[in-house]
T-cell receptor
Framework: EAGVAQSPRYKIIEKRQSVAFWCNPI?????LYWYQQILGQGPKLLIQ????????DSQLPKDRFSAERLKGVDSTLKIQPAKLEDSAVYLC?????????????FGPGTRLTVT | GENVEQHPSTLSVQEGDSAVIKCTYS??????FPWYKQELGKRPQLIID?????GEKKDQRIAVTLNKTAKHFSLHITETQPEDSAVYFC???????????FGAGTILRVKS
């Protein structure tokens, strides 16, 4: 089965510019996650969707970050305006829904460098 | 909220030896504990997981143990091989929501 797809793989922008990332989850996976992984750290959840509804966005910096999943499949994460500390890998993951926790499967990530 | 601590931060072993990575969690409501392997520049890959109703789980050379009373769980890799070299992350989540909280990672180096 195809895995989680993300694009672009790399992005370099200047601070105060905007950027958008795209994610296509595994087919049939209703739950989608965006994580931020700063170099040398574990992934940190930014936002979690169940179909097209937000389940958890408590750690999303809402003054600059936004995300949507309009049709319950693909998702986009946007940063506007970017700051130097936003330099990180942005990972998208997906899993099957359910009341029992199930494995999350990650995409290859987008490496963002803010200069 | 949940906090996951992981030790050691780096681990070097000789090929063929065993490696053990330990994690502790703070939220007693957490009941799902996956382990991910991340090679340089690659995505995290789920290698094994355990639920709170199980004390130990094995899959070939890897095993995970869970002590709910002490709130810690460990990854055991036996007969290590150079291709086991990577960063390993533990994580924890509750039944509902499935939000994963990750440890800081362990860099495992297997020397041949």
């Amino acid at each position: 089965e195809a895995g989680v797809a993300q694009s672009p793989r790399y992005k370099i922008i200047e601070k105060r510019q905007s950027v958008a990332f795209w994610c296509n989850p595994i087919s049939g996976h209703a739950t989608l996650y965006w994580y931020q992984q700063i170099l040398g750290q574990g992934p940190k959840l930014l936002i979690q969707f169940q179909n097209n509804g937000v389940v958890d966005d408590s750690q999303l910096p809402k003054d600059r970050f936004s995300a949507e999943r309009l049709k319950g499949v693909d998702s986009t994460l946007k940063i506007q305006p970017a700051k130097l500390e936003d330099s990180a890998v942005y990972l998208c993951a997906s899993s099957l829904p359910g009341t029992v926790p199930l494995g999350q499967y990650f995409g290859p990530g987008t490496r963002l460098t803010v200069t | 909220g949940e906090n996951v601590e992981q030790h050691p931060s780096t681990l070097s072993v000789q090929e063929g030896d065993s490696a053990v990575i330990k994690c502790t969690y703070s939220d007693s409501a957490s009941n799902y504990f996956p382990w991910y392997k991340q090679e340089l520049g690659k995505r995290p890959q789920l290698i094994i997981d355990i639920r709170s109703n199980v004390g130990e789980k094995k899959d070939q050379r890897i095993a995970v143990t869970l002590n709910k009373t002490a709130k810690h769980f460990s990854l055991h890799i036996t007969e290590t091989q150079p291709e086991d070299s990577a960063v390993y992350f533990c994580a924890a989540s509750k039944v509902y929501g499935n939000k994963l909280v990750f440890g800081a990672g362990t860099i495992l180096r297997v020397k041949s």
